[in-house]
């Protein structure tokens, strides 16, 4: 299937497309006589493995040392599972920074409700903040 095809089929615009083939995430297709890229069903299994790595949070980065692996012959399983380990630890830190800050803006909107815009003088542009 040629470059469009595989685009509409997954969802991915054809310059993200050739970005991954640049980046070694999808790997370098056939040519047709004419030149055009032509790609196997295999690229769909890869785009949408892409995609849910993408979906989780892992960077184009980690997810080309996991294609990496699993080309070379390997099971990148092991990594896979260390990769979501980190990514729980990062986002039990982010929820625990947006708890802080919902807190840091509810003390702020309880201020602003209870002070009366009027008494913003120019300097300090609005109290609330």
Do not use: W
């Not at 929820?95 to 919902?102: I, S």
């Amino acid at each position: 299937m040629r470059i469009g095809e595989l685009a509409n089929k997954t969802k991915t615009r054809p310059s993200t497309l050739r970005y991954y083939e640049e980046r070694g995430l999808l790997q370098p297709p056939d040519r047709t006589p004419g030149g055009y890229r032509s790609y196997g069903e295999e690229s769909v299994a890869r785009l949408e493995f892409i995609s849910r790595a993408r979906a989780v949070g892992l960077t184009l980065a980690q997810t080309a040392k996991i294609l990496d692996v699993r080309d070379a012959g390997g099971s990148p399983c092991g990594h896979v599972r260390d990769l979501l380990d980190r990514r729980l630890v990062e986002i039990d830190e982010q929820v625990a920074q947006l708890r802080l800050l919902r807190a840091s803006i509810a003390e702020l909107r309880e201020h602003a409700q209870q002070t009366p815009p009027e008494t913003c003088t120019p300097e300090s542009i609005c109290q609330y903040l």
